[in-house]
């Protein structure tokens, strides 16, 4: 039986939350509910022999369940003694918020009824650890929310602005109780207060309960049945049998009849189980049935801080309510400029105009048609050829797809694409003499070398000798060729630098940066450029030098704002001291996965790590056997969302994940590896 859950959220303290929740509780079970009750973390609890005792959560306890005692730690796993926001407190007391108990108790209290009710501490915003609040652990709960407000002065203003915040967190507001716990509330006022709740936030007024005096149970009942009898309707509408599967199964089908999703066998998609993911709180995503899965991929490796970074969410709440979008063409915009501004500060030196675009693709080709058109425009039109890599991938629209060498993704558009010069990939001796020899045959007419520097990406993660980027970097020099370096996958943290070029100490002509950019909240790239580059295309109008390329949503102040935010992060977490532990943890992880007779080459840098899945004694499996898509597919079961490219599985989870999910998550995928290819 899959529970659905409802967090009880207050306004404020003393708002009486925990006597709408009992009442709730009493109330569905008088209507042949399987009710069950918790409140995940109470502070102010008396030591009593020894033991904090949370003493909401055992009144809740005593309402609901026939053997109290026996629940309370899954009732309350996390208890604190200071009265004061579960953040302040455990950081007084030296703990840190334990997660995995809080997930673990909600599941078995889910086990055997048809609605758990929650209770949170305090009101919705407040803090439970450094990175999430009240609202962020209904998230996680893959909760709908019941907003409890006072019905008095400032109720309307603490209401809605709860409910806005409830909103604005995506998740679901079944609507709000207004409750008069002392009897103060101006009795011909409350039903226009409500009102106008109701006006400013859309929300459904679900009662308003008057106080109650007694909190035995018949006297609970009695009192409160009237007035949540809206909200008992709600409820009850959302525990019918099989509701929640119903609306998953229909979105299930809509999406398979109605969608065409990227890099999908769509043949094969319609045939098997979805998950449609719903909401999503640090690195975990929630489906609409309620499972909870780690982002093993940082969702195509865009998320850098966790999903719905306060800091983040924030900072788009704020400039929305200045400016959602302006165009660029003759125009600007201030999150832009200050975007820009912090861009060119952390970039490699010598990069100082920033050309916003909305993807990694776009990006590339940006960088493309500037090279192309600088060398024409400074009296150099013979330099029009572009050199790249074997295995290489850039993205794409046709000008990255024509720099990019894998032929499985784009081979078909072959006849469509420019001419590039290819040069192997270095996986051994010799790879220097055939860069020079690129250089020396097609340097006059090249104008540019494209590369990702370090690690080819979508290739399978193959890393590049030490001191290659570097090499290309003094032959572009040598020859007066564009160096441009796509850090679409590399930028923002992911090798454990802010960029992977400054690994080996190099500043390109040309820089691409998107996927990581706003932390993984709205599509925004970005390429960088010098200041010669950037000088080829200035003179008079009618000489038409003009860069006449860009997009409708160039510079969109809400993804400029999002990524100000996610750099100041960085500071503000020290998150590239975050992305050392992670490769640490990440590095002891391999070591311990290679030990598989399925698992072949393994290999890191920084937050990026990759396994080949192979038979025992090392023989690759053939790629139409579809071992790695199978792989991936079995680690649903254990709690594991991660993408394979071919045979080769992919691990970039955010910089937010934890030691426990991480070992989690590896736990997950060697289960999956051993059921999977034990098999084959």
Same mark, same amino acid.
């Given at each position: 039986m899959k529970a659905f859950r409802c967090f009880v959220v207050g306004t404020d303290t003393g708002v009486g939350k925990t006597v709408v929740t009992g009442a709730l509780a009493r109330l569905l079970q008088e209507r042949g509910l399987a009710v069950g009750v918790m409140k995940p973390v109470e502070t102010g609890c008396e030591v009593r022999d020894g033991w904090l005792v949370p003493e909401d959560a055992s009144w809740l306890a005593g309402l609901v369940y026939p053997e109290p005692d026996v629940l309370l730690d899954r009732v309350c796993p996390v208890r604190y003694g200071l009265p004061a926001a579960p953040a302040v407190a455990a950081s007084h007391e030296g703990h840190v918020l334990d997660w995995q108990a809080i997930h673990a108790a909600a599941d078995t209290l889910s086990r055997d009824v048809q609605i758990l009710l929650l209770e949170g501490a305090g009101g919705a915003l407040v803090p439970l650890d450094d990175h999430h609040t009240i609202l962020d652990a209904a998230a996680r709960l893959g909760a709908s929310v019941l907003v409890v407000g006072r019905a008095g002065l400032g109720g309307i203003n603490h209401a809605a602005l709860t409910i806005r915040a409830v909103q604005d967190a995506g998740l679901s507001c079944l609507g709000f109780v207004l409750s008069d716990p002392l009897g103060e509330a101006d009795r011909p006022a409350l039903a226009e207060n409500a009102a106008w709740i109701a006006r400013l936030t859309g929300a459904l007024h679900l009662g308003t309960v008057p106080p109650v005096h007694d909190r035995s149970p018949a006297a609970l009942v009695s009192t409160c049945r009237d007035a949540l009898e809206p909200a008992l309707q709600v409820l009850v509408s959302r525990v019918?049998?099989?509701?929640?599967?119903?609306?998953?199964?229909?979105?299930?089908?809509?999406?398979?009849?109605?969608?065409?999703?990227?890099?999908?066998?769509?043949?094969?998609? +319609?045939?098997?189980?979805? &998950?449609?993911?719903? !909401?999503?709180?640090? =690195?975990?995503?929630?489906?609409?049935?309620? $499972? *909870?899965?780690?982002?093993?991929?940082?969702?195509?490796?865009?998320?850098?801080?966790?999903?719905?970074?306060?800091?983040?969410?924030?900072?788009?709440?704020?400039?929305?309510?200045?400016?959602?979008?302006?165009?660029?063409?003759?125009?600007?915009?201030?999150?832009?400029?200050?975007?820009?501004?912090?861009?060119?500060?952390?970039?490699?030196?010598?990069?100082?105009?920033?050309?916003?675009?909305?993807?990694?693709?776009?990006?590339?080709?940006?960088?493309?048609?500037?090279?192309?058109?600088?060398?024409?425009?400074?009296?150099?039109?013979?330099?029009?050829?572009?050199?790249?890599?074997?295995?290489?991938?850039?993205?794409?629209?046709?000008?990255? +797809?024509?720099?990019?060498? &894998?032929?499985?993704? !784009?081979?078909?558009? =072959?006849?469509?694409?420019?001419?590039?010069? $290819? *040069?192997?990939?270095?996986?051994?001796?010799?790879?220097?003499?055939?860069?020079?020899?690129?250089?020396?045959?097609?340097?006059?007419?090249?104008?540019?070398?494209?590369?990702?520097?370090?690690?080819?990406?979508?290739?399978?993660?193959?890393?590049?000798?030490?001191?290659?980027?570097?090499?290309?970097?003094?032959?572009?020099?040598?020859?007066?060729?564009?160096?441009?370096?796509?850090?679409?996958?590399?930028?923002?943290?992911?090798?454990?630098?802010?960029?992977?070029?400054?690994?080996?100490?190099?500043?390109?002509?040309?820089?691409?940066?998107?996927k990581g950019l706003t932390g993984g909240t709205l599509p925004l790239a970005a390429t960088l450029a010098t200041e010669r580059v950037y000088a080829g295309f200035l003179g008079e109008y009618a000489r038409l030098r003009t860069f006449f390329h860009g997009h409708s949503y160039t510079g969109n102040p809400l993804a400029c704002a999002a990524a100000i935010a996610s750099l100041d992060l960085f500071r503000e977490e020290d998150t590239l001291a975050r992305i050392a532990d992670l490769a640490a943890g990440l590095e002891v992880a391999l070591v311990h996965a290679a030990r598989s007779p399925h698992v072949g080459a393994t290999r890191q840098l920084g937050a990026i790590a990759a396994l080949d899945l192979v038979r025992p004694g090392g023989e690759p499996y053939r790629w139409e056997e579809k071992v790695g898509i199978r792989v991936c597919q079995a680690a649903r079961d254990h709690g594991v969302l991660v993408r394979p490219i071919g045979n080769t599985l992919v691990v970039m989870p955010p910089y937010a994940v934890t030691p426990p999910q991480l070992e989690r998550l590896f736990q997950g995928l060697e289960r999956a590896i051993e059921r999977v290819c034990g098999e084959v």
């Open positions: 019918a049998p099989g509701e929640r599967e119903r609306r998953a199964r229909r979105l299930e089908e809509a999406d398979k009849r109605l969608l065409w999703h990227p890099f999908t066998q769509m043949a094969d998609f +319609v045939r098997e189980d979805q &998950i449609l993911v719903e !909401h999503a709180t640090g =690195a975990e995503l929630v489906d609409t049935l309620g $499972r *909870v899965y780690l982002d093993a991929n940082s969702s195509l490796w865009v998320n850098l801080h966790g999903h719905r970074h306060p800091r983040l969410m924030a900072a788009l709440r704020e400039q929305l309510g200045r400016l959602d979008h302006s165009t660029m063409l003759g125009l600007g915009n201030v999150p832009s400029v200050e975007l820009a501004e912090r861009l060119v500060a952390i970039a490699p030196p010598g990069l100082t105009r920033v050309f916003y675009s909305d993807n990694g693709s776009t990006a590339v080709e940006a960088a493309l048609k500037m090279a192309y058109q600088h060398w024409h425009q400074v009296g150099k039109p013979e330099r029009r050829k572009f050199a790249a890599l074997e295995g290489a991938y850039h993205g794409d629209t046709l000008g990255a +797809v024509s720099v990019g060498g &894998i032929s499985m993704f !784009h081979g078909v558009y =072959a006849p469509m694409l420019f001419e590039v010069v $290819r *040069v192997p990939f270095p996986d051994g001796e010799g790879w220097e003499a055939e860069l020079e020899r690129c250089f020396a045959e097609h340097g006059p007419e090249l104008a540019a070398f494209v590369t990702e520097p370090l690690i080819q990406g979508a290739s399978g993660m193959r890393l590049l000798p030490p001191g290659h980027l570097r090499r290309v970097r003094e032959l572009c020099d040598r020859y007066d060729v564009l160096l441009v370096v796509d850090e679409v996958a590399t930028g923002f943290g992911r090798t454990g630098r802010m960029f992977a070029c400054e690994h080996e100490g190099v500043s390109p002509d040309l820089m691409a940066v998107a």
